[in-house]
């Protein structure tokens, strides 16, 4: 399979996930249920694909969702689920652990459905919108257990807004009172939270990370942030780039060793079947200036 084929196979896993997860919630909303067992095989399918081909679905997910009407909290589900999964793997977890923390951080907003899309949307307003905000892990925490989700899963629901420095909700747990689940899907939907609120996509990411960065020594456990950033680089796949040679490219994957020298696919030259044939910038040859927005790229290209 070739480098065009498996980006379109990846287009259309993650637009097959979304619909799914729609599929979900519509179900736990319109007639009460929630099949665990059909959540876990889901899991399993998004868990070896992000194994198989993680850079194809992170890119995949900018060019399915670019021209859909997009509704968030299912995205932002999605979303936080494959980022789960990736700071997972990276900390080696056994397969099933990574299904059970892929399947909380699905689920980890499912009471969030039945509050109006504003509160969740700006967090809340007014003091009962927080409050309403506040309590929401509890409530997501007795939905799944009601539908005899494991304990390990709930309890990672219940702790996902959780901090280091015990400023999360809705326990105020501090540091190692907080499970490694609810440690992962912390930084996982902050991340994908934090990249969001940025308006040009072409950048999120790297804002996205910048803004997790800034906060990691209080409210993040260091060693999760870490395995985000080395799995996905301060540059995430689909950033585009100013190199210093003046060459204009789009990072396709981040190097493992090195996060602040991601794989680069440089404007105008032929796209390589094997991502080891792409331009691979290092202290030692081409760096990367900064990031540049759509706009900068369409102007100069």
């Not at 899991?43 to 060019?63: G, N, P, S």
């Not at 039945?114 to 509890?138: C, F, S």
């Not at 809705?170 to 902050?190: E, H, N, W």
């Amino acid at each position: 399979m070739n480098d065009t084929e498996r980006a379109k196979r990846a287009e259309e896993f993650y637009a097959s996930f979304l619909k799914y997860t729609e599929t979900l919630f519509i179900d736990l909303t319109a007639r009460n249920e929630l099949d665990f067992n059909s959540v876990v095989e889901k899991i399993r399918m998004v868990t070896e694909f992000v194994k198989k081909d993680r850079r194809y679905l992170m890119h995949a997910k900018q060019v399915v969702e670019s021209d859909a009407n997009e509704n968030y909290h299912i995205s932002h589900s999605v979303r936080s689920s494959i980022i789960a999964l990736i700071i997972g793997i990276y900390l080696k977890l056994p397969k099933h652990r990574l299904i059970e923390v892929g399947v909380a951080a699905l689920v980890r907003d499912i009471s969030i459905l039945k509050l109006p899309p504003d509160i969740y949307l700006n967090g809340g307003t007014t003091e009962q919108e927080r409050r309403l905000m506040a309590v929401h892990p509890i409530h997501a925490y007795k939905i799944i257990k009601g539908f005899n989700f494991p304990l390990s899963i709930c309890e990672a629901v219940l702790q996902h807004h959780e901090r280091e420095d015990g400023s999360g909700y809705p326990q105020k747990l501090t540091g190692d009172r907080i499970g490694v689940y609810g440690k992962i899907i912390a930084v996982a939907c902050s991340y994908e939270a934090f990249s969001t609120k940025h308006v040009d996509e072409a950048k999120c990411g790297h804002m996205g990370m910048m803004t997790l960065l800034k906060n990691e020594g209080n409210q993040f456990d260091e060693t999760v942030v870490r395995a985000l950033v080395y799995s996905l680089s301060i540059y995430p796949v689909g950033t585009y780039v100013l190199l210093s040679d003046g060459r204009q490219g789009q990072v396709v994957d981040a190097d493992p060793e090195n996060p602040r020298y991601p794989i680069v696919h440089v404007h105008g030259e032929p796209l390589p079947g094997e991502i080891d044939n792409t331009l691979k910038t290092s202290p030692k040859g081409v760096s990367i200036v900064r990031t540049l927005t759509r706009k900068e790229v369409v102007v100069s290209t």
